[in-house]
């Protein structure tokens, strides 16, 4: 009996010890199966719904199960939708130029120019303050500025700039540009100022030892470095302002239109096959783009750095 009791008191702390732990692989499913589950369910299943319905046929009472290509053909060769979509692609290239334009030089000051920490975090807090409230508002909030006699025009007639209000500048798509640039410019300044607080300072003293001009050193130096952010920023901007509805609408005065409008106007019309087709050809376009903007610049590589 005593030898039989110190066998298992010399096994019982081994058995103790011994306690199940998954692998590394098992552990890296672990680890992302919750937001695996998320984007399943609220990305990949509702675009999997929305593939099957572009296939369907409808008319005025319901819709039917079927396979017809009839949504695509109507879409990709009606006039009035190739327009609609070379005018959400002419409102995302100009918003997307200016912004990059703005946010880029923005960014470069408070990095670069702004000495002082807690001054580069108030201007900030300045650019992001409009963030915290609704885009519903801030959009709004430019009628009454740029209308035929709001602000913007009283005080050029004040200043006798003018002698009858601009009739441009209100329900046109200077408007509609004008919102999204207020709207979206943040987005291309955080990303970048991320970017260019990782730029060692010392290497722009180096380019200018070396005789590097401030454009050659910006050039050769802080847009390369800076080509994660700049990336960053136009994905941002570029689906934020493919995938808008209400600035259109609001700012447009009914004279512009969006691939979003068109899809609520055949939504409102349960004309649902077709606008399930729509969704999907914008969804693969944004994709296309933001694929190419991936292939030039590896965004996942650069950010693990």
């Not at 998954?22 to 675009?47: D, E, G, H, K, N």
């Not at 303050?129 to 740029?146: D, H, N």
């Amino acid at each position: 009996m005593s030898s039989t009791a110190e066998a298992t008191a010399r096994i019982a702390p081994r058995s103790r010890g011994r306690r199940w732990r998954p692998s590394p692989r098992a552990t890296s499913w672990l680890q992302v199966s919750p937001l695996a589950i998320i984007l399943v369910t609220f990305f990949a299943l509702p675009t999997v719904i929305f593939l099957v319905v572009s296939f369907y046929d409808y008319d005025r009472v319901g819709i039917y199960p079927d396979f017809l290509l009839d949504n695509y053909k109507e879409l990709l060769t009606t006039p009035a939708t190739l327009r609609v979509y070379l005018s959400s692609l002419k409102f995302a290239f100009i918003v997307w130029g200016i912004t990059l334009f703005l946010g880029f030089n923005i960014a470069y000051f408070l990095v670069f120019h702004v000495r002082s920490r807690a001054v580069r975090t108030m201007l900030f807090l300045a650019c992001a303050i409009p963030f915290w409230t609704s885009g519903i508002i801030r959009t709004i909030a430019w009628i009454p500025f740029l209308g035929r006699n709001g602000v913007f025009n009283q005080m050029l007639q004040g200043v006798k700039l003018i002698d009858q209000p601009l009739e441009f500048l209100l329900f046109s798509p200077f408007a509609v540009c004008v919102t999204y640039i207020h709207l979206f410019t943040l987005l291309m300044i955080g990303p970048i100022a991320n970017s260019l607080a990782k730029i060692d300072p010392a290497l722009l003293e180096a380019a200018r030892d070396a005789g590097a001009s401030r454009w050659r050193t910006m050039v050769d130096v802080v847009i390369p470095l800076s080509k994660t952010g700049i990336a960053l920023g136009s994905i941002l901007v570029f689906t934020q302002v493919m995938g808008d509805f209400f600035v259109v609408k609001a700012m447009s005065g009914g004279q512009s239109a969006s691939i979003v409008s068109q899809l609520a106007t055949e939504i409102q019309a349960m004309q649902y096959p077709p606008a399930a087709a729509s969704a999907m050809i914008l969804v693969l376009f944004v994709a296309v783009m933001v694929g190419g903007m991936m292939r030039v610049v590896d965004v996942r590589k650069e950010l693990v750095r």
